[in-house]
Antibody
Framework: EVLLVDSGGDLVQPGGSLRLSCEGSGFDFSRYEMIWVRQAPGKGLEWVSY????????DYADSVKGRFTISRDHTERSVFLQMRGLTTDDTAIYYCARLGWYGSGRVPDYWGQGTLVTVSS | EIVLTQSPATLSLSPGERATLSCRASQSVSSSLAWFQQKPGQAPRLLIYDASNRAPGIPARFSGSGSGTDFTLTISSLEPGDFAVYYC??????????FGQGTKLEIK
């Protein structure tokens, strides 16, 4: 069974830092691209970051570029999101998702349960 | 950035009725569009990929259509478990992607 477990969310002050983790199991983690998606309270889904299977191709949403860093560790079967310079606008549930190959491209087919990041003084 | 606009924002229907949800892209995304269902407190669930293909395990009452800029998700006969929020997502400008703002399907 494919499973993704998100962790690391917490209450943090504005300007603070946090590191999120997402551990995968039940599939060959090293072969899959991964993304982070967030959802502010009562709002819709926002793509945050992407990392390819090798870890060499990376992309970020403009809203987090320069503050967030995505990485992965195949021995730990995990993808990480290092967040710095947090603002109240970063308050959200953060989900990691696996990109599966379907038809002509990749889509997020399995998602973690989400981890809540709250930025507040 | 490609913007996806979903309509209506809220759709009120009864079980057994047909639901039609719309997603419009600000520029062509070809068929690179997916639909997701999200229930309260849960992660999104993949329903449709490449505009019209059902993901594994998705019931046949869910169908998708469209290409270019206009897309539709149809639920042929609503069941109680179908009332949720639905999002479209495009991956035409990979590796980034964008989601629509969502349509809430509620019980009338």
């Amino acid at each position: 069974e494919v499973l993704l477990v998100d962790s690391g969310g917490d209450l943090v002050q504005p300007g603070g830092s946090l590191r999120l983790s997402c551990e995968g199991s039940g599939f060959d983690f090293s072969r899959y691209e991964m993304i982070w998606v967030r959802q502010a309270p009562g709002k819709g889904l926002e793509w945050v970051s992407y990392i390819d299977s090798s870890g060499r191709i990376i992309d970020y949403a403009d809203s987090v570029k320069g503050r967030f860093t995505i990485s992965r560790d195949h021995t730990e079967r995990s993808v990480f999101l290092q967040m710095r310079g947090l603002t109240t606008d970063d308050t959200a549930i953060y989900y990691c998702a696996r990109l599966g190959w379907y038809g002509s491209g990749r889509v997020p087919d399995y998602w973690g349960q989400g981890t809540l990041v709250t930025v507040s003084s | 950035e490609i913007v996806l606009t979903q309509s209506p924002a809220t759709l009120s229907l009864s079980p057994g009725e047909r639901a039609t949800l719309s997603c419009r892209a600000s520029q062509s995304v070809s068929s690179s569009l997916a639909w997701f269902q999200q229930k309260p407190g849960q992660a999104p669930r993949l329903l449709i990929y490449d505009a019209s293909n059902r993901a594994p395990g998705i019931p046949a009452r869910f169908s998708g259509s469209g290409s270019g800029t206009d897309f539709t998700l149809t639920i042929s006969s609503l069941e109680p478990g179908d009332f949720a929020v639905y999002y479209c997502q495009q991956r035409s400008d990979w590796p980034s992607c964008t989601f629509g703002q969502g349509t809430k399907l509620e019980i009338k």
